[in-house]
Nanobody, 120 residues
Framework: VQLQACGGGLVQVGGSLRLSCVAS????????MGWYRQAPGKRRELVAG???????AYADSVKGRFTCSRDNAKNTVYLQMNSLKPEDTGVYYC???????????????WGQGTLVTVSS
């Protein structure tokens, strides 16, 4: 299983970006998915998560600005980021959360990161 994230880039304060993460191989629809970010010199933190059923939750710092969604037919999870701030700068990672489903354990998997830079 591989997760391929893309969509990062350089954007000005107040701008928008849409990140995508495509899963190839393995399971997807039965797994919760997460978006994490790591700012320079800081620990990786959870930004948004979405259940297999499509319910999303967000870190307080991004509530009202970010929207996480998924398309199980395309094995893709998205992160729409609006009203970006300099503190949103960091490497964004997608993660397939581990799950135990019908007697089989599926481990968590990290994708490679995509860099988001918000300039002021």
């Amino acid at each position: 299983v591989q997760l391929q994230a893309c969509g990062g880039g350089l954007v000005q304060v107040g701008g928008s970006l849409r990140l995508s993460c495509v899963a190839s191989g393995g399971t997807f629809s039965i797994n919760a998915m997460g978006w994490y970010r790591q700012a320079p010199g800081k620990r990786r933190e959870l930004v948004a998560g979405i259940t297999s059923g499509g319910s999303a939750a967000y870190a307080d710092s991004v509530k009202g600005r970010f929207t996480c969604s998924r398309d199980n037919a395309k094995n893709t999870v998205y992160l729409q980021m609006n009203s970006l701030k300099p503190e949103d700068t960091g490497v964004y990672y997608c993660k397939r959360e581990g799950v135990y489903y019908r007697g089989t354990s599926y481990s968590e998997i990290w994708g490679q990161g995509t860099l988001v830079t918000v300039s002021s």
